[in-house]
C-alpha cells in the first residue's frame, strides 16, 4: 500500500535560515501530495498540496516540488521566521483514495 | 473550504467512563473521518465516519471501544468507551469533499484528552 516517510526532527534553526524537510513515498500510481502544518495548540491546516507529477506547491514562502523520478516531496522556505514553528507533517491517500496516511511529523524550532 | 469545530476541546476523565466528542462542520462535506493522535505520534486513522450507516473502522480499532454516529452530512459524533489512561491522545475530526486522489481534507482543532 501507499507510505510516506518523513525526515525527522527536531530541526531547530535560527530566524532567516533556509529550511528543507524531506519527505520521499511509495505509491501506486501518482496520487496527489500534501504538507500540513500543526501550530502549538491548534489542529493541522493544510500549507500546500501538488496533485500531478513536476506540479510545485506554494503557501506562505513554502514550496514543494512532486518528483517522481525521486519519489520525494521535500519541503523548502527560503527564510524561516519564528512564527514559522510548528510540527509539519507529510501525507498522501491511501490505495483507495479515501482517507490520508501522514508520516511521522517534523518538528520545527525557529529562534530569533 | 471547510471549517471544522469540535467539542470539547480537552477533557480530563476517569478511568472506565465515556466521554462523546462532536465534530460540526460548516458546509456539507462528502467524507468525515476521526483521528488519533498520541503524544509525539503522528496522526492515525480510526474510521471513516458514514452518514445513516455504521462506520468503516481501519485495523486495530472497534465499533464497542469508538462507537461513531454522523446522522447528517455535517455532524458527527465520536465515542471513546471505557476509557483508560492508554486513551489519553488528540482526537481530530476531518472532512472532504471527495476522493483524496486530489481533494483536500480540512481538519478540526482536535480533543485534547486524558484518561486519569
Known amino acids: 500500500g501507499n507510505s510516506v516517510t518523513q525526515m525527522e526532527g527536531p530541526v531547530t534553526l535560527s530566524e532567516e535560515a533556509f529550511l528543507t524537510i524531506n519527505c520521499t513515498y511509495t505509491?501506486?500510481?501518482?496520487?496527489?501530495l500534501f504538507w500540513y502544518v500543526q501550530y502549538p495548540g491548534e489542529g493541522l491546516q493544510l500549507l500546500l498540496k501538488?496533485?500531478?507529477?513536476?506540479d510545485k506547491g506554494s503557501n506562505k514562502g513554502f514550496e514543494a516540488t512532486y518528483r517522481k523520478e525521486t519519489t520525494s516531496f521535500h519541503l523548502e522556505k527560503g527564510s524561516v521566521q519564528v512564527s514559522d514553528s510548528a510540527v509539519y507533517f507529510c501525507?498522501?491517500?491511501?490505495?483507495?483514495?479515501?482517507?490520508?496516511?501522514f508520516g511521522k511529523g517534523t518538528t520545527l524550532s525557529v529562534s530569533s | 473550504s471547510a471549517v471544522i469545530s469540535q467539542k470539547p476541546s480537552r477533557d480530563i476523565c476517569q478511568r472506565g467512563t465515556s466521554l462523546t466528542i462532536q465534530c460540526q462542520v460548516d458546509s456539507q462535506v462528502t467524507m468525515m473521518f476521526w483521528y488519533r493522535q498520541q503524544p509525539g505520534q503522528s496522526l492515525t486513522l480510526i474510521a471513516t465516519?458514514?452518514?445513516?450507516?455504521?462506520?468503516?473502522?481501519e485495523s486495530g480499532f472497534v465499533i464497542d471501544k469508538f462507537p461513531i454516529s454522523r446522522p447528517n452530512l455535517t455532524f458527527s459524533t465520536l465515542t471513546v468507551s471505557n476509557m483508560s489512561p492508554e486513551d489519553s491522545s488528540i482526537y481530530l475530526c476531518s472532512g472532504g469533499q471527495g476522493a483524496f486522489s486530489t481533494d483536500t481534507q480540512y481538519f478540526g482543532p482536535g480533543t485534547r484528552l486524558t484518561v486519569l
Open positions: 505509491a501506486t500510481g501518482y496520487p496527489s
Open positions: 465516519a458514514n452518514q445513516g450507516s455504521e462506520a468503516t473502522y
Open positions: 501538488a496533485t500531478k507529477a513536476d
Open positions: 501525507a498522501l491517500p491511501n490505495q483507495a483514495g479515501t482517507a490520508l496516511i
